[in-house]
Each structure stands twice: as structure tokens, then as C-alpha cells.
């Protein structure tokens, strides 16, 4: 709403100041364009403009940012994990990273492990009270060589700490591998190899 009130008075401010500047060259005589050089200066297209600066780096400035209320989760998580069978018995413990990308409007999710790889479908952030719950659907394909893994469609939640370094939670999988787990995340820190 803020960015098309925003556009729309930026446009308008830009076209009268366009038609100005051609109105006062053309008495001059120094050019003659038609007006329809004013068309590409129209609220859609600097509400495109802004929109696209606001969606990947806009929304993360520290004021707008708590004005949006969406907070910055980007960025790599190191993960401990527990995978249960079926009658809920600890089968396995594993590790991973976890590499989160955002913009305003997507959020994308790519876990990797020693033996598989999966990736987000759909991710949704929902706040509840001082901390965040990051939901996602995700598609698991293992990696050459794990007979005991299969190809996998699951859906993970977790719930991240208000100061947005760690964060733990819980997924299940289905069509191809019946299991679930925990897990329990923690921001890498950006300059760690």
C-alpha cells in the first residue's frame, strides 16, 4: 500500500516535471518530441521499480524492516536432527546445513546432509508473539549410492528464537519414506568457513 501511494506521487511528480523540462525545450527549440516519451513514466512502472528494489533488499533495512514485521531468517543454519521409524523409536541421528534465501514475498529452503538433498515447495513465515514459525513443504532426493533412502515428499515446521539464532522444530515424510523427526537449528556465523 505504502509503496503505490509512494509511486503514484513519484510518477506524477516525474511526468509534470518531464512535460515541463519538454514544454520549455520545444519553445526553445531545441527539440521536439512527442508525448509519448511521458508514456514509460506511469505509476506502474516506477511501482515495478520500487516494488523490485523493496522485494530484495528494501525490507531487510532495520527500520522497515519491524514496520513490515517480517524478520531476516536468510542465511546458512547449521542442523542436528533425530529421525523416528514408525512406532516413534529415536532411529537415527544426523547433521546438516541448511541454507535459507529470502525476499519479501519467497522464501526458499535447501537443507543438504551427507546423504540426501531436499528443497522447498512452498514456505510460508507466521509470527507468534516474539517468535516466528517457518512453515514448508519440501521435495527429498537422495543422493547416488544410499540404497536405504528413497526419493521423498515431506513438511517441515520450525520455530525460531526472537533473536533469530537458532531455532528448532519438527517434520514428517511421505510418499516414498515414512518417518519423522526433530531437529534443531542454529545460525552459522557469516564469516564461518
Known amino acids: 500500500m505504502y509503496i503505490a501511494f509512494f509511486a503514484g506521487t513519484i510518477a506524477g511528480g516525474l511526468a ?13 527549440g531545441y527539440l521536439s518530441l512527442p508525448e509519448i516519451v511521458l508514456w514509460p513514466v506511469t505509476g506502474a512502472a516506477v511501482f515495478g521499480a520500487m516494488f523490485f528494489v523493496f522485494d530484495r533488499f528494501g525490507w531487510r533495512w532495520r527500520g522497515v524492516r519491524s514496520a513490515v514485521g517480517i524478520p531476516d531468517i536468510s542465511g546458512t543454519w547449521l542442523l542436528e536432527g533425530v529421525s523416528y521409524d514408525q512406532g516413534s523409536q529415536p532411529k537415527w541421528r544426523w547433521s546438516g546445513q541448511i541454507e535459507i ?13 551427507a546423504q ?19 512453515i514448508y513443504s519440501y521435495r527429498n532426493q537422495p543422493k547416488p549410492g ?4 528413497q526419493a521423498h515428499i515431506g513438511h517441515c515446521e520450525l520455530l525460531f528464537e526472537p533473536d533469530l539464532q537458532s531455532a528448532e522444530g519438527s517434520y514428517f515424510n511421505g510418499g516414498g519414506r515414512f518417518t519423522h523427526g526433530t531437529m534443531n537449528l542454529k545460525r552459522r556465523a557469516p564469516d564461518a568457513a
Not at 540426501?116 to 517457518?134: N, V
Open 101 to 113: 534465501t529470502q525476499k519479501y514475498e519467497k522464501i526458499f529452503v535447501c537443507l543438504r546432509t
Open 116 to 134: 540426501s538433498g531436499s528443497y522447498s515447495i512452498s514456505a510460508a513465515l507466521i509470527p507468534e508473539g516474539r517468535r516466528y514459525r517457518l
Open 16 to 28: 509534470v516535471g518531464v512535460g515541463l523540462l519538454m514544454t520549455v525545450a520545444r519553445d526553445a
Open 146 to 149: 544410499e540404497p536405504d533412502l
